[in-house]
């Protein structure tokens, strides 16, 4: 059974980092994985989606990496700003079951 | 705009009542979902319909009945809404199975 987990759960950094987001994932066989920010009361706002014949993915000042081998993504958030504060959730369809299976998520707090 | 619009975003009523969701898509996308955030703020599959036609049921009560009238509409109804219930729901849709996922914005349920 396909299970998705991201560390940490909460993150606080000053403005101007660069920080990683973790996410993991038990089985390798995944169609592709995709990273959402959710902002409080909000819908999810897609940000990468990575195939799972890619290793990488860019937007701005967001990249998002793949290694299937070893079960994980990361998030790469460069030049972190307050604007970046929310949650990000990882989510991957694995099996061709065409569902998303989530990670509980990463609560980013980017301060002034 | 473009979007996944689901209405109403929030929701108020009491036990045993029916109640229903509405959402659609102008992406032009087969396939749609409904997911649920429960109160830890974790996402789950519900259903999952491609051209219309259920693929994905996952375990979800009968009291939950999905029905699409067509490609770009997938509304949920509730019947004997009990407290359990009370939850963020979201609509989402992709261009196919197992491809890119977009969201609504919820629809904030609150059972009484």
């Known amino acids: 059974k396909q299970e998705v987990t991201q560390i940490p759960a909460a993150l606080s950094v000053p403005e101007g980092e660069n920080l990683v987001l973790n996410c993991s994932f038990t089985?390798?066989?995944?169609?592709?994985l995709q990273w959402f920010r959710q902002d409080p009361g909000k819908g999810l706002t897609s940000l990468l989606l990575?195939?799972?014949?890619?290793r990488e993915q860019t937007s701005g000042r967001l990249n998002a990496s793949l290694d299937k081998s070893s079960g994980r993504s990361t998030l790469y958030i460069a030049a972190s700003q307050p604007g970046d504060s929310a949650t990000y959730l990882c989510?991957?369809?694995?099996?061709?079951?065409?569902?998303?299976?989530f990670g509980a998520g990463t609560r980013l707090a980017v301060h002034p | 705009d473009t979007a996944v619009s689901q209405t109403p975003k929030y929701l108020v009523t009491q036990m045993g009542n029916d109640k229903s969701i509405k959402c659609e898509q102008n992406?032009?996308?087969?396939?749609m979902y409904w997911y649920k955030q429960d109160s830890k703020k974790f996402l789950k599959i519900m259903f999952s319909?491609?051209?219309?036609?259920?693929?994905i049921n996952e375990t979800v009560p009968n009291r939950f009945s999905p029905k699409s009238p067509d490609k770009a509409h997938l509304n949920l109804h509730i019947n004997s809404l009990e407290l359990g219930d009370s939850a963020v729901y979201f609509c989402?849709?992709?261009?196919?199975?197992?491809?890119?996922?977009?969201f609504g914005q919820g629809t904030r349920l609150t059972v009484v």
């Open positions: 992406l032009g996308h087969d396939t």
């Open positions: 989402a849709s992709s261009p196919a199975k197992n491809t890119e996922a977009f």
């Open positions: 089985d390798s066989a995944i169609y592709n």
């Open positions: 989510a991957l369809i694995s099996g061709g079951y065409n569902k998303l299976i």
């Open positions: 319909y491609n051209n219309k036609e259920l693929i």
């Open positions: 990575i195939q799972s014949s890619q």
